[in-house]
Nanobody, 119 residues
Framework: QVQLVESGGGLVQAGGSLRLSCAAS????????MGWFRQAPGKQRELVAS???????NYADSLKGRFTVSRGNAKNLVFLQMNSLRPEDTAVYYC?????????????WGQGTQVTVSS
């Protein structure tokens, strides 16, 4: 069973920075994608950024230049560095893992971490 645990959320003033972390445990295929999504109140969950096991990244167009996704040396870790935060970045941020173990893709979600940006 794969589990994802996020950390690093909190309250920050506009213009500040936060770094989110997500640690995956369990059986994870060597080919995988880890990423971050967010969901604000009353809105749909949306992609923030993702990174493959090979290091390729993908970002929501509106967040390029402010957010950076990266992998840890342990490969089961993914980080989201968020700079120049704005009140509209307020949301619950979720970590997602898609892993391939020979029987097709399996996806897992973390429990989410709240990010609140005050104006």
């Amino acid at each position: 069973q794969v589990q994802l645990v996020e950390s690093g959320g909190g309250l920050v003033q506009a213009g500040g920075s936060l770094r989110l972390s997500c640690a995956a445990s369990g059986t994870i295929g060597s080919i995988n994608v880890m990423g971050w999504f967010r969901q604000a109140p009353g809105k749909q969950r949306e992609l923030v950024a993702s990174i493959t096991s090979g290091g390729s990244t993908n970002y929501a167009d509106s967040l390029k230049g402010r957010f950076t996704v990266s992998r840890g040396n342990a490969k089961n870790l993914v980080f989201l560095q968020m700079n120049s935060l704005r009140p509209e970045d307020t949301a619950v941020y979720y970590c997602k893992l898609v892993t391939y173990l020979g029987t097709g893709p399996s996806e897992y979600w973390g429990q989410g971490t709240q990010v609140t940006v005050s104006s």
